[in-house]
């Protein structure tokens, strides 16, 4: 099979589209035939190894496991011992390590069958951004009321609406009754607004940290703006999640910086800071299919690009001007 490869940390460059022998499923994994990948930014930091604690987890001088990606969707070719859920056959999206490639193992938890009604490609784009998305907004305590089915908080801010996982927040916490404001740049307003967004901000005429609304949730996803200023906006016993930074450089000692601020500002008072990083299981991938069957949620997709052309895919996403997801197809 054709899986692309890394044996050194480095550009797109250094990636190599090689033949691999196909992966055989071990106790509680599902042997896939990926049909698409979707890129992340998780995928660069990995080929380069930056920031340095990439490399304390993954290798110091070179990567340990030199596959790459994450996300996938695609058919179930065999599947492990005690898996009972999967079947040969069924067309599955989810997280598996080694996804750029013809064939990925993943382990079952980390997968859901495909939603009806959706393209390969569509579902690849979900599980990264859609699940921290899903999970950021659960984190905040944002929620339905079962009788109402409206949201329990009203009012919630997403920084960064026009990015992988902002598109998600926006409409994940629409289809559960919120008011949205949503923050972007001026060429993505009228697509964020598309998007299902009560109120669109545009960061190049106005500071979202200075209006005059209270938020009960804010989903910070370019951490741009300093913890204080968002408190400043944040209701009592309102909720702040960080789900990522704008910021190339410095990353440890921002994330780090960020931390000890987000404890010293939730034991000072009712308002919540939280940092996360999305889990994949088999319950919240289902969720998200079925917010997507129900013409609820939309993958939205800038570019495709061909499984030759991956590493012109990466480069693109790490130039931090992607709208929403760039997936490849195979």
């Known amino acids: 099979m054709r899986a692309y490869i890394y044996h050194r940390y480095g550009p797109p460059d250094v990636l190599r589209l090689e033949e691999r022998s196909k992966p055989v499923p071990i106790a509680g994994e599902v042997l896939i035939r990926v049909r698409a990948a979707s890129v992340n930014p998780y995928d660069w930091h990995c080929l380069r190894g930056d920031p340095f604690l990439v490399r304390l987890v993954a290798g110091l001088a070179k990567p340990n496991d030199p596959r790459l990606g994450a996300d996938l969707c695609g058919e179930v070719e065999a599947v492990g011992p005690g898996v009972t859920q999967f079947k040969p056959g069924d067309a599955v999206f989810g997280m598996g390590k080694g996804a750029y490639a013809d064939y990925a193992c993943a382990p079952a938890f980390q997968l859901g069958l495909k939603p009806a009604g959706t393209s390969f490609e569509q579902s690849a784009a979900v599980p990264i951004a859609g699940l921290t998305a899903l999970q950021a907004l659960r984190r905040a305590?944002?929620?339905?009321?079962?009788?109402?089915?409206?949201?329990?908080?009203?009012?919630?801010?997403i920084n960064g609406g026009s990015g992988g996982v902002g598109t998600f927040a926006v409409q994940i916490a629409k289809a559960f009754g919120a008011h949205v404001t949503a923050?972007?740049?001026?060429?993505?307003?009228?697509?964020?607004?598309?998007?299902?967004?009560?109120?669109?901000?545009?960061?190049?005429?106005?500071?979202?940290?200075?209006?005059?609304?209270?938020?009960?949730?804010?989903?910070?996803n370019v951490a741009n703006r300093g913890l204080l200023a968002c408190r400043h906006i944040l209701k009592p016993n309102g909720s702040y999640v960080v789900t990522g930074t704008?910021?190339?450089?410095?990353?440890?000692?921002?994330?780090?910086?960020q931390g000890l601020a987000q404890v010293v500002l939730s034991l000072s008072g009712s308002r919540k800071f939280h940092s996360m990083l999305a889990k994949a299981n088999t319950a919240d991938?289902?969720?998200?299919?079925?917010?997507?069957?129900?013409?609820?949620?939309t993958p939205v997709i800038d570019r495709r690009y061909p499984f030759a052309e991956l590493p012109e895919a990466i480069r693109y996403v790490e130039t931090g001007h992607a709208r929403a997801k760039v997936v490849v197809t195979l």
């Open 141 to 157: 305590g944002l929620a339905q009321d079962a009788a109402s089915g409206r949201s329990l908080l009203s009012n919630v801010l």
């Open 183 to 220: 923050v972007c740049s001026t060429r993505n307003v009228e697509m964020v607004r598309g998007l299902g967004a009560d109120r669109v901000i545009d960061y190049a005429k106005e500071d979202f940290t200075r209006t005059a609304d209270g938020y009960d949730v804010i989903v910070d």
């Open 285 to 297: 991938l289902s969720i998200l299919a079925d917010l997507m069957a129900a013409g609820k949620l």
């Open 246 to 257: 704008s910021a190339r450089r410095w990353v440890i000692l921002r994330v780090m910086v």
